[in-house]
Nanobody, 124 residues
Framework: QVSLGESGGGVVQAGSSLRLSCAAS????????MGWFRQAPGKERDFVAA????????YYADSVKGRFTISIDNTKNLVYLQLNSLRPEDTAVYYC?????????????????WGQGTQVTVSS
């Protein structure tokens, strides 16, 4: 069992930055890869980024490449998502998720555990 809890969301202006955090816990957490997804109002949940627990490999959605950075502090069981150059279209609830194994996935169904989400609102 893995438990996840996100924090760091808020209301910011376009062009601003935010850093989201995901606190992960559980006996088997280090055998999972970690991902971030987001869901805008009225839309499906979309993949944002993923990282191996070791931190050695990352994977990004094309829509956020160059603006968002995923990282992990596996000594503290914290996964981060740095959001830079935010746009109004980045407004969404951002979710942290854990997928068993080393593979980095963009598909929701590959992730077994989910946090409750944190709201990011970007005003123009």
């Amino acid at each position: 069992q893995v438990s996840l809890g996100e924090s760091g969301g808020g209301v910011v202006q376009a062009g601003s930055s935010l850093r989201l955090s995901c606190a992960a816990s559980g006996r088997t957490v280090s055998s999972h890869s970690m991902g971030w997804f987001r869901q805008a109002p009225g839309k499906e949940r979309d993949f944002v980024a993923a990282i191996r627990w070791s931190g050695g490999y990352t994977y990004y959605a094309d829509s956020v490449k160059g603006r968002f950075t995923i990282s992990i502090d596996n000594t503290k069981n914290l996964v981060y998502l740095q959001l830079n150059s935010l746009r109004p279209e980045d407004t969404a609830v951002y979710y942290c998720a854990a997928s068993p194994g080393l593979q980095l996935w963009s598909q929701e169904r590959k992730y077994a555990y989910w946090g409750q989400g944190t709201q990011v609102t970007v005003s123009s």
